[in-house]
């Protein structure tokens, strides 16, 4: 485990200290951009990405109740603030969803139904998320570099894989002997009923298309919301640009990192310094970040008052 921590902080600071190293003629720019943000459009901003979690959570509620397990939204909304405060000590920017499932078990007592629904939930987010980038492409194909059209066409294709496999039995029946390894290994068994578990969800088509409904409303919400934020800044970027930008940016800041820590601001660098500037980008990945920072005190809150049992990092990993 702390081989890993250490690797997660290392990967943060090689970026960080690259993107100093490369940007050390725009911090000016940078500081006096942060200095002349517009603090209502800011706020503004941080109001939508708490409303997309709220979504986000009433999501999550969805796919429990497709399970027969109760959790009010209430639950749901706790549960994701606390996936956004591990998210800080746990593997990539989706660590948190670990600590989702294990609070999730703690209320239902149903640990393999609780882990399913929460990676479940995981790949519908990721599914729709790379949808809005296919989409982004399409709006701007003919000024989209040859290399995102290509990275964004293998992950759309990697995404319908994926969830056409976890709830369509028949694809996984197809391919079950690349299961053969685990079986070996005595992981068989318990592949299967998470697998059971996950197909149950997949049933149940009313509640799947609300699900995905919801994940597409959310990550409107939370691209607008990012278009409030570079106005906050009193720049611009057109939103079919955005529309191809930010789920890359989410995608990318899933990779092993410190919660996506400086491979998050790379990315707004690497694609929207063109537009705004690079000092304006790193500006524009500061505030994500501040609003990332309060979101994940509200977690830790919701943490320290709930009384949760307290776990070890190395029981999370």
Request: proline residues 2%.
């Amino acid at each position: 485990m702390k081989a890993n921590a250490v690797l997660r902080i290392l990967i943060s600071l090689f970026f960080i200290i690259l993107l100093g190293i490369l940007l050390r003629g725009e911090m000016r720019e940078m500081i006096l951009t942060l200095k002349r943000t517009r603090h209502l459009f800011f706020l503004t901003s941080l109001f939508m990405q708490t409303v997309a979690i709220c979504i986000i959570s009433l999501r999550l509620k969805l796919l429990f109740r497709a399970q027969s397990l109760s959790l009010s939204l209430k639950e749901t909304v706790e549960l994701s603030f606390l996936g956004i405060f591990f998210n800080n000590f746990l593997p990539t920017a989706a660590g948190g969803d670990v600590v989702k499932a294990f609070f999730a078990y703690q209320k239902t007592s149903k640990k393999l139904d609780s882990f399913a629904c929460v990676f479940g939930d995981r790949i519908i987010g990721l599914f729709s998320l790379v949808l809005m980038a296919t989409v982004g492409t399409l709006l701007l194909w003919q000024e989209t570099e040859s290399s995102i059209k290509m990275a964004v066409g293998l992950l759309f294709l990697f995404s319908s894989f994926a969830i056409s496999f976890l709830f369509n039995r028949g694809m996984a029946k197809s391919i079950r002997f690349l299961f053969i390894p685990l079986k070996k290994m005595g992981w068989d068994e318990k592949i299967e009923k998470a697998y059971h578990s996950l197909h149950f969800i997949g049933q149940n088509k009313k509640i799947l298309w609300q699900a995905f409904f919801l994940s597409i409303l959310t990550h409107v919400i939370f691209i607008l919301s990012i278009f409030t934020l570079i106005q906050s800044l009193s720049a611009y970027v057109s939103l079919p640009r955005l529309f191809l930008v930010v789920p890359l940016v989410s995608t990318l800041s899933m990779l092993p990192s410190l919660n996506g820590l400086g491979i998050r601001e790379g990315a707004f660098v690497y694609f929207l310094g063109g537009n705004i500037g690079k000092g304006s980008a790193l500006a524009l990945s500061i505030l994500w970040l501040g609003i990332l920072g309060i979101q994940s005190f509200i977690g830790g809150i919701i943490y320290l008052l709930q009384g949760q049992p307290k776990l070890s990092l190395a029981e999370l990993e």
